[in-house]
């Protein structure tokens, strides 16, 4: 849950209980670097992450890569950017960023209301900030989702592995998404850098799982319509 006041100097995050760096990675768009570079941390996280030129596209048949499209061709794409980055470096960046005191861990979301432009946010502890942004980004349980009077989070049926591989010696694999359609089944890998690989599948499993079991496998939800 983030309340914002300002740029990034003006951010205050509160975390259930620590800053939760593992998980893999996520590859942030266009919009996303324009937002990373108003707040003044883009420029840090270029430096660990590789721009993709394009996709790659392999053979139901034979597995191959046999269909290529880039981003820059014919300045379709220009100004078009696109980068895998570690979730750690992504949080890690961002608290380095930060004033000491503004991350308040175990702080528990009580209550919000609206007053003319302010939000106000309660906590467990009783204490209440305000502030005239606020973001919600605490999962499919978001009290700020709630607040909103979005519709209940339902599951989209289809399930997700991912994950990352080091090369020590350097993964040699072009910076371009690789992916593979076929049968139900999507999957693709990119580099975040010269050593560093994020792969994904996604699948419709034969037995669909709960809401609960989503947390555990992955699942991905849809809160309203896509």
Same mark, same amino acid.
């Given at each position: ?8 100097? $003006? ?5 259930? *209980?620590?800053? !939760? ?24 996280? =270029?430096?660990? /992450? @590789?721009?993709? #030129? ?7 048949? @034979? ?10 061709? &014919? ?8 980068? *895998?980055?570690?979730?750690? &470096?992504?949080?890690?960046?961002? %608290? ?40 919600? *980004?605490? $999962? ?21 592995? =991912?994950?990352?591989?080091? +090369?020590?010696?350097? /993964? ?13 089944? !999507?999957?693709? +890998?990119?580099? %975040?850098?010269? #050593? @560093? %690989? ?19 496998? $992955? *699942? ?7």
């Amino acid at each position: 849950m983030i309340p914002v006041f300002g740029r990034l100097h $003006g951010l205050k995050v509160w975390i259930k *209980c620590c800053l !939760r760096i593992t998980g893999f990675a996520l590859t942030l768009w266009t919009n996303a670097w324009r937002a990373l570079d108003v707040v003044g941390i883009g420029n840090t996280l =270029r430096q660990t /992450s @590789t721009q993709m #030129k394009g996709f790659k596209i392999a053979s139901h048949d @034979t597995g191959l890569f046999t269909s290529e499209q880039t981003l820059h061709k &014919d300045g379709k794409f220009e100004g078009y950017e696109s980068r *895998c980055v570690r979730r750690k &470096d992504l949080l890690e960046t961002i %608290v380095k960023e930060l004033p000491s005191g503004t991350i308040r861990y175990s702080s528990k979301v009580a209550a919000i209301n609206e007053l003319s432009r302010f939000k106000f946010v309660h906590l467990a502890d009783g204490s209440i900030i305000k502030t005239k942004v606020l973001i919600g *980004c605490n $999962g499919v349980n978001s009290l700020v989702a709630k607040w909103l009077g979005l519709e209940t989070p339902v599951s989209v049926g289809r399930s997700a592995i =991912r994950g990352l591989v080091e +090369f020590p010696d350097g /993964s040699g694999f072009d910076p371009m998404f690789h992916v593979n359609f076929g049968g139900g089944v !999507r999957f693709g +890998f990119l580099p %975040v850098d010269e #050593k @560093t %690989v994020y792969w994904f599948c996604t699948f419709t499993p034969s037995q669909v799982p709960t809401f609960m079991d989503g947390a555990l496998y $992955g *699942c991905f939800w849809s809160s309203g319509q896509m």
